[in-house]
Nanobody, 129 residues
Framework: DVQLQASGGGSVQAGGSLRLSCAGSGFYFDRYAIGWFRQAPGQEREGVSF????????RYADSVKGRFTISSDNAKNTVYLQMNSLKPEDTAVYYC??????????????????????WGQGTLVTVSS
């Protein structure tokens, strides 16, 4: 079974940093895109950042460009999201997700939630002003 285990959430003050991790197991796709969504109370789930498994292509939502960095360690099947200069509006539950066979090179934005095949549990990020 495919499993995605997210961790690293917490509470920080504005301007602080956090690093989220998502450890994946049970999938052996030739190609996939893996990354992060977030959902704030009362809002829709939105894409944050994704990375391609084969060519390292990355995509970011405009709201996080220049502040967040996604990376992966294929040997550990783990993807990371380094979040710097955090703002109160970054407060949300962050979910990692994977889309099998997804070509990030075909888009300029981040994928939508309906394009994902598997989801991890959420990890809460709270940024106080």
């Amino acid at each position: 079974d495919v499993q995605l285990q997210a961790s690293g959430g917490g509470s920080v003050q504005a301007g602080g940093s956090l690093r989220l991790s998502c450890a994946g197991s049970g999938f052996y796709f030739d190609r996939y895109a893996i990354g992060w969504f977030r959902q704030a109370p009362g809002q829709e789930r939105e894409g944050v950042s994704f990375i391609s498994s084969t060519d390292g292509i990355t995509r970011y939502a405009d709201s996080v460009k220049g502040r967040f960095t996604i990376s992966s360690d294929n040997a550990k099947n783990t993807v990371y999201l380094q979040m710097n200069s955090l703002k109160p509006e970054d407060t949300a539950v962050y979910y990692c997700a994977v889309a099998e066979g997804y070509f990030l090179s075909a888009i300029v934005d981040v994928p939508g939630p309906r394009e994902m095949d598997f989801w991890g549990q959420g990890t809460l990020v709270t940024v106080s002003s």
